[in-house]
């Protein structure tokens, strides 16, 4: 299973108690040559949202299973903890549903 397939499967389980979006960071050449970035942080998390229940925000860094995790992903992920929010690494929808419960 490809970490696509994870993300998409968390994403279908969240949908009943959680808004959920896909995060696509990184950079790419347009046709003309010139390289854009998205903008986010490095390190962004593949999904974020917020839970239906409270608003509460969520960051989820989806893996496969020995998928490595990289540092700027570990310092984001602690970021957002230090600050409040659900968040963590999800190797599986069972990991994404602990982490935003």
């Known amino acids: 299973m490809t970490e696509h397939d994870i993300q998409n499967e968390i994403r279908l389980a969240l949908s ?7 995060a696509n960071v990184g950079k790419f050449k347009l046709a003309d040559g010139r390289m854009i970035s998205t903008g986010l942080p490095e390190g962004f998390s593949d999904l974020f949202g917020h839970r239906k229940s409270d608003g509460r925000v969520f960051y989820i ?8 995790v990289s540092d700027k ?16 690494f999800a190797y599986s929808v069972e990991d994404a549903l602990k982490i935003i419960r």
């Open 16 to 22: 009943e108690i959680a808004v959920t979006f896909r």
């Open 73 to 88: 992903q570990k310092k984001f992920i602690k970021q957002m903890q230090d600050q409040g929010a659900l968040a963590g």
């Open 61 to 68: 860094e989806v893996k496969k299973p020995g998928g490595k």
